[in-house]
């Protein structure tokens, strides 16, 4: 079983901000959190990933709790092009668990 | 720089067939990853393989599955006496070294959908 916890589904609209959470309450202190998507047909893709500071890319930003034991993935203005089933995993153990499935709205 | 390549893309078996599933990962990358994913569900890790070399086959079933990545030439995940069972997506994806492990981000190829009759 994955080791990361994830809401099945969350819904968003279009050009509005969307906070996916992840709970990895048994993260160990080398565990670096890696976030990948998969588009519809499509293999997944690498959105980004952090250690313990909030992360930025042109993608996405990764706020990071500071206990480590969960994270949030920040779409800061969601489009239709983002809607994909959203994995957060832990390096160290590479197991995808069913992900959130995130549906924009327009 | 290409990316990784699967091939094929569909694969139909009758049961009791064999599969077999190629990946070529991106130039400059060494390190391959296999994952299944069933219909609606998410991926799962099957086999992590370095040149000529199997690191972590904890994901492969114990029977029928095998997977090498030879000095020259793609990665082959083989499926020997295919069952419906193994109808899914299967995706390779690569990196330059340890890929996630070493914190480098893993590309995936677009998957080679398997259906067993």
């Known amino acids: 079983d994955a080791k990361t916890t994830q809401p099945n589904s969350m819904e968003s609209n279009e050009e509005e901000p969307v906070h996916l959470p992840c709970n990895h309450s048994?993260?160990?202190?080398?565990?670096?959190i890696h976030w990948y998507r998969q588009l519809p047909s499509q293999g997944p893709e690498y959105v980004i990933h952090?250690?313990?500071s909030n992360v930025n890319n042109r993608m996405a930003s990764l706020a990071i709790a500071e206990d480590r034991k969960s994270s949030t993935l920040i779409l800061h203005r969601a489009t239709l092009r983002d809607a994909a089933v959203y994995y957060c995993?832990?390096?160290?153990?590479?197991?995808f668990g069913a992900g959130t499935r995130l549906t924009v709205k327009p | 720089n290409a990316g990784v390549m699967q091939n094929p893309r569909h694969l139909v078996r009758r049961r009791g067939q064999e599969a077999r599933l190629r990946c070529s990962p991106m130039?400059?990358?060494?390190?391959v990853y296999w994952y299944r994913q069933l219909p609606e569900e998410g991926l799962k890790f099957m086999v992590y393989?370095?040149?000529?070399?199997?690191?972590?086959e904890s994901g492969m079933p114990k029977e029928r599955f095998s997977a090498e990545f030879p000095k020259e030439g793609p990665s082959i995940l083989r499926i020997q006496q295919v069952v419906r069972g193994d109808s899914a997506a299967y995706f390779c994806?690569?990196?330059?070294?340890?890929?996630?492990?070493?914190?480098?981000?893993?590309?995936f190829g677009p998957g080679t959908r398997l259906t067993v009759l």
């Open positions: 994806a690569s990196s330059p070294n340890q890929g996630a492990r070493q914190n480098n981000e893993q590309f």
């Open positions: 952090g250690l313990t």
């Open positions: 995993i832990l390096n160290n153990d590479m197991r």
């Open positions: 048994t993260i160990s202190g080398t565990d670096y």
């Open positions: 393989l370095q040149k000529e070399n199997i690191i972590d």
């Open positions: 130039k400059g990358h060494s390190h």
